[in-house]
């Protein structure tokens, strides 16, 4: 029995447009961050219902709680009429709540059949009887017509039809809410025909779907109802007919932008100042092509793409991290970083998007951190740390950023966000870079730290640093930067004046409909 | 009847054990000062003889060939790693300096030799792990089997004697009353313990250990980092060889067998973390007496050596886990 050919549940006979799944004031919060705040959904019955908002929005975390990954800080959710709390993803499944994520979680090593029946596998006595696996998964395939073979390892198969097969494994057991996030993200034009097919079954055999993507011609084409979300609290509902793309981008970017970005400190370059940064046609095969861009001493230039547009491969290979093809000029140098260490010794500094995996030694100390890319600087003869050096320039890194911190001995795993998000950027102030490239620098961070950070990036910029920064965030990106580089599909779409742009362009850029 | 100085003198007493019991040093180590603490009285109690000096000197000398490699073992588990060679290493270099001896090379060459084949075979340990992206545990269990067996190379697996006056003082004779073999330990604990915590590279190490993502983003050549503490660690080890070599006034093809475990299990009792980033040398050497006092104080009550195993594995699985709890409860 799959999504599709299942008898129905009893509440399934109602007809459609029936209600069957309502979220009520979901809030969530990590730690101090609010992913969520009084989130509102109704979905019915036989119809797409997609969600739409940038990234960050809080899509991801609504479906993390019905997935039963998240439980929810407040608020109730209610699942054909009954109340429904899943206390795990096994349980949510049971429920009839069916998720198909975006990260791929599938098994490398095992077939496309045991992938799809992973922890519900056909067996007698706890053997599992292959036979019987095989010939299930074969039935599901064809029946969602999916041009995949069931023995196949999942190792040996493109991202696509890997995505497909995930798509199977979502299906694979009776469902009555189906959850598709970003399904096409790595689908080529002739498999998402097959998903919008798969779809369109769905819903004819009275199933609701939740449907999250950022292509918005797809969401105008599968759409029955579409709910916008932005900074993790609901914006509006409305039906498909009633919209348009214009409409629907405005209501997700339009946010006040207020004045938390300061004012710039000191003139831009002229447009004649050499280039400290600059790439020429910069390709990685599979992560990003034809990269061109170019960063004057004390210009902000802001990159702006969706997720999967290649932006943060850029960023490494700037780095060192990876090995593009192409040209990287340091400058008016061509220069080849064979490792972050090189590029951090030619003045680069690089904070990442993770500051947990990437950034931070978390069970070590504020100093520790603050000293650990300027280790150099802070040693005498025989390589012996300077102890008294090394507190004054931690303590000092805490005094100029203000981080809240008890002591400069107190663990960096202990703080908030915004406050290990300023340690990351301590770090690299340490070795007082000439470029600067910041990857999301406010994500999950707190208004205040937001500001203060933008307040140092100001401050950096007018004292001549080049800075390179990629955020999801459209408002702090026209906020701070002096041009705009926007990517689409892992190449660059358009190179903008940020005066006077606004975040609907930049938007169709980004989304690739800009005629 | 108490006056109000009797009180005033309690409340500044319980102020001082306070702040004592809160200082970082002693949250650190108390635990296991404390262990110490017990197991010497437990067995001065059952055994009278192991109170006197004489026994003290002796624990002393065998903590040190434990010491010494597990100084360079807690290189590699602050790294996050593990390597299972050492007690082989132990062994190769005790059979370095015996056919050095026998081929007339003096004192000093005989050492420098036995140090090189120690570090030769430590960094060939880091380098196919970080070259070859290997996990250090399958690394070294190989490595373990192929030093190991390197051993009875040149004397078909016969023991070979050492004659050199020299070397065989190292185990034997004192400098102002203290065994040199305990000097050498001392004089390592100070050069290992400033190396990891004074140093650029010991830094390196605790961040590399701490994040190894973290660490290639903030510059540090990690590869290179694990090949140098692999190397360190076969360098500890060939001085563990040479300490033991001369104490048993021979090269034997099976010693150190077994030695990697004492030298993990002193690191961990240390308070080293297996999943790296944290430990000390400091730790290290109290870890390393606790085992030296249990193999002693079991000897001492003829304890079979099975049963010794038995006991020293239990102790090892209560440390790592006292380990994981610590650290489940400050997350």
Redesign the interface.
């Known amino acids: 029995m799959t999504a599709i050919s299942q008898t129905p549940h009893a509440a399934a006979l109602k007809p459609e447009g029936d209600v069957v799944l309502e979220i009520h004031d979901i809030a969530k919060s990590f730690g101090p961050v609010a992913a969520l705040k009084r989130m509102n959904l109704t979905v019915r019955r036989g119809r797409v219902h997609t969600l739409l908002g940038e990234n960050g929005a809080g899509k991801s975390t609504l479906m993390k709680i019905l997935a039963g990954v998240f439980t929810p800080t407040s608020g109730s959710i209610v699942l054909n009429g009954k109340p429904y709390t899943p206390r795990n993803p096994r349980d949510a499944r049971a429920h009839g709540i069916s998720i198909v994520f975006q990260e791929l979680s599938l098994s490398r090593n095992l077939s496309v059949a045991e992938n799809i029946f992973a922890s519900h596998e056909p067996s007698r006595f706890g053997f599992i009887r292959d036979r019987a696996l095989n010939e299930a998964a074969e039935r599901l395939i064809r029946e969602l017509g999916l041009p995949v073979d069931v023995r196949a390892k999942v190792g040996d198969l493109s991202i696509a039809q890997r995505q497909l097969v995930e798509i199977a494994k979502g299906l694979s057991l009776p469902a009555d809410v189906v959850i598709l996030d970003e399904p096409t993200s790595s689908l080529s034009d002739s498999e998402a025909e097959i998903l919008f097919s798969i779809i369109e079954r769905l819903k004819s055999h009275g199933k609701a779907v939740i449907y999250i993507s950022h292509r918005m011609e797809e969401i105008m084409r599968l759409s029955d109802d579409i709910t916008v979300m932005r900074d993790g609290e609901y914006v509006t509902t409305t039906e498909k007919s009633e919209t348009s793309i214009d409409r629907l981008i405005t209501l997700m970017v339009g946010r006040a932008m207020n004045d938390i970005y300061p004012p710039r400190e000191a003139p831009r370059p002229s447009p004649e100042t050499q280039p400290v940064l600059a790439t020429k046609k910069l390709s990685f095969a599979g992560k990003f092509r034809d990269v061109s861009i170019d960063v004057r001493p004390g210009e902000v230039v802001g990159l702006f793409g969706l997720v999967g547009s290649g932006r943060s491969d850029v960023m490494k290979a700037l780095f060192g991290m990876l090995a593009p093809q192409g040209e990287i000029l340091l400058d008016g140098k061509p220069v080849a970083f064979r490792s972050a260490t090189q590029a951090i010794r030619s003045g680069i500094a690089f904070v990442t998007e993770n500051r947990k995996e990437e950034g931070l030694v978390l069970l070590h100390s504020v100093e520790r951190n603050i000293n650990m890319a300027g280790l150099g600087q802070l040693s005498g003869p025989f390589g012996l740390m300077q102890a008294s050096a090394e507190r004054e320039a931690a303590r000092a890194e805490v005094k100029r950023l203000a981080i809240k911190t008890a002591s400069i001995d107190t663990s960096t795993g202990s703080l908030s966000g915004g406050n290990q998000q300023k340690i990351v950027l301590a770090k690299w102030l340490q070795i007082k870079p000439r470029v600067l490239i910041l990857d999301e620098p406010t994500r999950g961070v707190d208004v205040g730290a937001k500001f203060e950070i933008y307040r140092i990036i100001r401050e950096l910029a007018a004292t001549g640093t080049a800075i390179l920064m990629v955020s999801s965030e459209l408002p702090e990106v026209l906020g701070l930067s002096d041009r705009v580089v926007v990517m689409h599909d892992k190449s660059v779409a358009a190179v903008l004046e940020a005066d006077g742009l606004t975040p609907e362009t930049v938007m169709t850029y980004a989304a690739g409909i800009h005629a | 009847m108490s006056s109000v100085r009797d009180i005033q003198k309690k409340a500044a007493d319980t102020e001082v054990r306070r702040s004592f019991l809160a200082s970082p040093t002693v949250r650190q180590y108390g635990g296991i000062i404390i262990s110490l603490a017990v197991l010497c009285v437990v067995f001065s109690v059952m055994s009278p003889r192991f109170l006197a000096f004489n026994n003290f000197m002796n624990i002393m000398q065998q903590v040190a060939v434990i010491a010494v490699a597990a100084y360079g073992m807690t290189y590699v588990i602050l790294l996050g790693d593990i390597d299972l060679s050492i007690g082989s290493i132990i062994a190769v270099s005790g059979m370095v300096a015996a056919q050095a001896f026998a081929m007339g090379f003096g004192f000093f060459p005989a050492v420098a030799l036995t140090l090189a084949a120690g570090a030769l075979m430590g960094a060939l340990n880091g380098a196919l792990s970080a070259k070859l992206m290997l996990p250090s545990f399958i690394v070294t269990v190989a490595t373990m089997g192929i030093y190991r067996g390197m051993v009875s190379l040149p004397t078909n697996g016969a023991p070979a004697m050492i004659e050199n006056d020299t070397w065989l003082a190292i185990g034997g004779e004192s400098f102002l009353g203290i065994p040199i073999i305990i000097w050498i330990m001392a004089v390592l604990f100070v050069v290992n313990h400033?190396i990891l915590s004074?140093?650029?590279?010991g830094?390196?190490v605790?961040?590399t250990g701490?994040?190894r993502?973290?660490?290639?983003?903030?510059?540090?050549?990690v590869d290179r980092i694990k090949i140098i503490v692999f190397t360190i660690s076969g360098m500890m080890a060939a001085i563990s060889g040479m300490l033991l070599s001369s104490r048993l006034s021979s090269a034997q093809t099976n010693a150190g067998t077994g030695y990697e475990l004492d030298a993990i299990a002193a690191v961990v009792l240390g308070g080293t973390s297996l999943a790296g980033?944290?430990g000390t040398i400091i730790g290290t050497i109290l870890g390393a007496l606790i085992i030296g006092v249990i193999n002693n104080g079991m000897n001492m009550l003829s304890v079979p050596y099975f049963y010794q195993l038995i006991v020293k594995g239990a102790v090892i699985l209560i440390a790592v886990w006292l380990d994981v709890r610590s650290k489940s409860a400050r997350?």
Do not use: D, M, P
């Open positions: 400033i004074k140093t650029i590279f830094r390196q605790y961040l701490g994040n993502e973290a660490a290639i983003y903030s510059g540090i050549r980033g944290v997350a």
